[in-house]
């Protein structure tokens, strides 16, 4: 894909979002960058425009609102922006039991992670048909090869994310458009910062298992121009979902459980 399309970029505001869209940029691209924090927004727009001489467009939004991908949809159509490249990559995770889980919360990761990405994916794709070229990325995770006590919702929402992408990418074949689950493992974000807190996962655990957000965004955009339908960051983590996949059911659920257990 030339330099100069337009990729839109959802979670833009930190981690593998901010590093997608420093990517996408210094490749030539011009951006539409969305998420909540207009200030950071604002902030990386004006960065990316100046250090590489592309056209950054920030709107602010909440994803998780009811209607919010329609509503973008129409401001994108409304400043007459074109969407070349779809990067679905806001998303939301809780962890501990689920009983104890706010209803609140569960809306609103089903919403961001699941309702959003989908109805985005199907509002964007049909100019990228009509056009016959396009490319769409969907932030899945390693977490969507198996089940993951104490993030169980999560975890199941990846696996959504994974299968609806695998199964779009046949869909669309010989149209022009690719679909790519990008596949990351632990990535030093703030949602892994979060998550440490409560774990106490200490530095050996960080030195073998969790990757710069730097480094998955760029496997991340190199898979997506590929077209590859499934891209998994990392040797370790290629490694681990290759097991799962050949490992009996009850052998990953008995692990999942031993896992929880040490989290408590």
């Not at 990517?23 to 927004?41: E, S, T």
């Not at 909440?62 to 990559?89: I, K, Q, T, Y």
């Not at 710069?212 to 979902?241: C, I, S």
Request: charged share 15%; with cysteine.
């Amino acid at each position: 894909m030339s330099p100069n399309h337009t990729a839109l970029i959802t979670g833009a505001s930190a981690g593998i979002g901010h590093e997608l869209a420093k990517v996408f940029a210094a490749n030539g691209h011009n951006l539409i960058l969305v998420a909540r924090r207009k200030q950071k927004l604002v902030s990386l727009a004006r960065n990316l425009s100046s250090k590489h001489a592309i056209e950054a467009t920030p709107i602010a939004m909440d994803l998780a609102a009811d209607g919010a991908a329609e509503a973008l949809f129409d401001e994108v159509a409304e400043r007459e922006l074109n969407v070349e490249s779809l990067v679905n990559n806001a998303g939301v995770a809780f962890s501990g039991r689920y009983r104890n889980m706010k209803p609140a919360q569960i809306s609103t990761l089903l919403h961001l992670n699941i309702v959003n990405l989908a109805e985005m994916t199907r509002l964007f794709l049909p100019p990228m048909v009509a056009a016959g070229s396009g490319r769409i990325m969907n932030l899945a995770s390693i977490a969507a090869f198996q089940p993951m006590p104490l993030m169980s919702l999560y975890a199941a929402s990846k696996a959504f994310v994974l299968s609806f992408s695998e199964g779009l990418s046949a869909e669309l074949a010989g149209t022009g458009v690719t679909v790519t689950a990008l596949c990351p493992g632990f990535t030093d974000t703030e949602m892994l910062e979060k998550g440490e807190q409560k774990t106490g996962r200490n530095e050996a655990f960080r030195a073998l298992m969790v990757m710069p957000p730097e480094n998955v965004a760029a496997q991340g955009y190199a898979a997506m121009m590929r077209g590859d339908p499934v891209h998994v960051t990392g040797l370790t983590n290629k490694g681990f979902t290759t097991l799962t996949q050949l490992a009996p059911r009850w052998a990953i659920r008995g692990l999942g459980a031993l896992a929880a257990r040490e989290r408590g």
